[in-house]
C-alpha cells in the first residue's frame, strides 16, 4: 500500500497558485470574446468572418472549460485538505484523551503515541503544522516506509491496543470484582461491612464498569491475543460486551486466584467457576442496579422499564403481574436482600444456558443455581478464609484481584 | 466603412490573435508552479496521474492551436479578398480617368 502525505501549508499555496491561473485564463477568453465582437461589426457580403469567429469562440470554449477544471480541482483539494485536517484531529484528539486517561489512571509515563489517520484510501498524515506532526515527522525521519503498517503493528503488537484498554480500567473492575464477591458471599450482609453508602458506590462502579463494559471484554481480548496471537479473534472479543463482561474478567481471576492458591489445576478449575460466576453475577448485578436507582433516586426508570420483560421473565417473576412485579422489585428496602433475593432465589436465572449446562436439563433451575452459588461463593470464599483473607478483606482483597487478574492474563 | 479600414482592423484583431506569445508563457509557467505546489503538498506514489492531467492545462503555440489557425486563415481569406477588391476598384478607376482624358483631348 502506498504512502501519502499531505502538507497543509502547501495546500494553501496550491490554491492560490490555482486561483492565479484561472484569472490568466479568463484574461485570454476575455480577449478572445473582444475579437471575436470586433470582427462581427465589420461588413462583409462573405463567410470569412463569421467562421473565423466560430473557431474564435472555440478557443474561448476550450479555455473556459481549462477554468472549470481548475474550479473543480481546488474544490475537491480543499474537501480534501478539510477532510485530511479533521481526521487527523479526531485521531490526535482521541489519542490524547487516552493517553490522558491512561496517565490519571495508573500514574504510569508512556512514551508520545504516533497517530496514523486514514483519510482517502491511503494513509495519511501530516506535517508541522497538526499537532502531531513532529512525532510523525520523526517517524518519516527514521526511514519507516510503510506507516499504516507500521504504527498498526505497534498498536496491536503485542496487545498494545487491548493492553491500553485493560490498563484503562483496570481499577474499576478489581472493584467490582472484590465487592461482588464479599457481598454474594455473606448473602449480601457484607455491605453493612463496607460502609452505609457503599450500596450506592457499588452500584455507581457497577453502572460505570456497565457503561464501560468493553473493557472488561478487553480483558478477554488480550487474554486471547496472548495466547493465540490471533488479531482477528481477538479483534472480536474486543468487540464484546453483555453479560460476557464479567465472565471473561471472572475467568482471569479466577484463573489467577486458583493459580497462586493451588498450582495450575486449582487455576483451571477455579477459571471455569470464575467464569460462570462472573456471567450470572452480571446480570444479577445489572438487575440490582436498576432496581436500586429506580427505588433510591427514580432515575433509572427509563433503565427499568426497558428492563422490566427481562426482568418479568425471570423465574422468580414469572405468572406475576405487573403490579406484583414492580412491587418485589421497586419496593424493596434492602438491597442486599435485593441481591440475595436474585441471586439465592428460585429461577432467577432460569433463562441462562448456564445452569443447563452445569446441571442437566432435568435439575430444577432453583436447586441448580442455589448449589451453584453455594459451591462457588463458599468454595472462593474457603479459600480465601483458609488464607487468611478474612481479615483485612477489603485491602487484601484489592490486592488479590488484581494480582489475580494481572496473573490471569498474563498466564492465558 | 471603407475597405482599406476593414483590411487595416482585420490585421490589427489577426495580429491579436498570433502574438500572445507573453500571455502563453505565464499561464504555462502557472501551471508548472501548479505541478510543483501539488507534489509539494500531496506526495503518493499515485500522484503522477494528477500532475499529468494538471500538465493538460497548458497552452500550445498558437501557430500550432488549431482552432486560432483556422480563424486566422478565414481572417486571411477575407484580406485577400478585400486586398483584390481594391486592387480591381482602383484599376476601374484608373482605366476610367484615362478614357475621360482621351476624349477631352480632340481640337480644331
Known sequence: MSVLVVDYGAIEGLNRTAGSLTRKLQKTIDDYEGIAKAINSLPSPRSNLDNANYFIRKKAEQNQTKIDKLNAFKTRMIGFSDLVDSTDKKVANRITSETKEFKKANDISISPLVVIGNAVTTVLFPWTKTPLGKEIKNWIEKGIRDIKYSFKDWYRKDGNKYLTKVLLGLAAIAIIAAVVIVTVATGGSALALLGATFAAKFFAVFTLASAASAFAYDVAALINYNRTGDRTSSNWLDKKGGSHVLGSAFGAAGYGLGYVLGGKNSADEFKKIGKKFGKMTFSGLEIASVVYSFWKTGAGIYKFAKNFSTIKNMGMMQGKSNWEVLKKTVMAKSIGSDLKLKIGSSGVYAKLNITKDLFGKSATYKKAFFNLGVHSTVGLFKELDGNGFVKGLKKKTDKVIKESLKIGYLAN | ?108
Open chain 2, 1 to 108: 466603412m471603407d475597405k482599406r479600414r476593414i483590411v487595416s482592423k482585420l490585421s490589427s484583431h489577426r495580429s491579436d490573435l498570433t502574438d500572445d506569445s507573453r500571455d502563453i508563457y505565464d499561464i504555462n509557467h502557472s501551471v508548472d508552479d501548479l505541478i510543483y505546489d501539488f507534489e509539494l503538498s500531496v506526495k503518493s506514489d499515485n500522484t503522477g496521474n494528477i500532475a499529468d492531467k494538471i500538465g493538460n492545462l497548458r497552452e500550445g503555440s498558437q501557430s500550432s492551436d488549431t482552432n486560432i489557425s483556422r480563424a486566422v486563415s478565414y481572417i486571411d481569406y477575407e484580406i485577400d479578398t478585400l486586398n483584390r477588391e481594391i486592387r480591381e476598384e482602383e484599376e476601374a478607376e484608373a482605366r476610367r480617368r484615362a478614357a475621360a482624358s482621351k476624349s477631352g483631348s480632340g481640337g480644331f
